[in-house]
């Protein structure tokens, strides 16, 4: 067996029936949902628009970094654990499109002569 940083205190979150709204989540961060169910909307500048459900008992693990959309169910609302990633698990802060994208940005530098 090998040493781990103890993870960290987990926050709850509870959500009343119908209720939605946006949260900051980090990329590895994992959501248990511990009783209703909970629908996820990853940020908007996910390429793929991709939704998640939770329902009582069920885990997802955030793979990318924004302002996640969080809906309760409309009858029984939700409760939800939110683990935050370990501090090493994250991803770099300029993920390789955005320094792509950057390069193809700048204008290019000729010499003339």
């Known amino acids: 067996m090998t040493a781990t940083t103890p993870a960290a205190e987990p926050e709850r979150l509870t959500l009343c029936p119908g209720q939605a709204g946006l949260r900051w989540l980090p990329a590895g961060t994992t959501l248990v949902a511990l009783e209703g169910s909970l629908r996820l909307e990853p940020p908007s500048r996910s390429i793929a628009a991709a939704q998640y459900t939770l329902g009582a008992g069920h885990a997802h693990v955030v793979e990318t970094s924004g302002w996640w959309h969080l809906h309760a169910d409309r009858r029984s609302g939700a409760h939800v654990h939110i683990v935050t990633a370990v501090a090493g698990t994250r991803?770099?802060?300029?993920?390789?499109?955005?320094?792509?994208?950057?390069?193809?940005?700048q204008p290019r530098q000729t010499s003339r002569g």
């Open 91 to 105: 991803r770099p802060a300029w993920p390789a499109i955005w320094r792509w994208l950057a390069n193809v940005i």
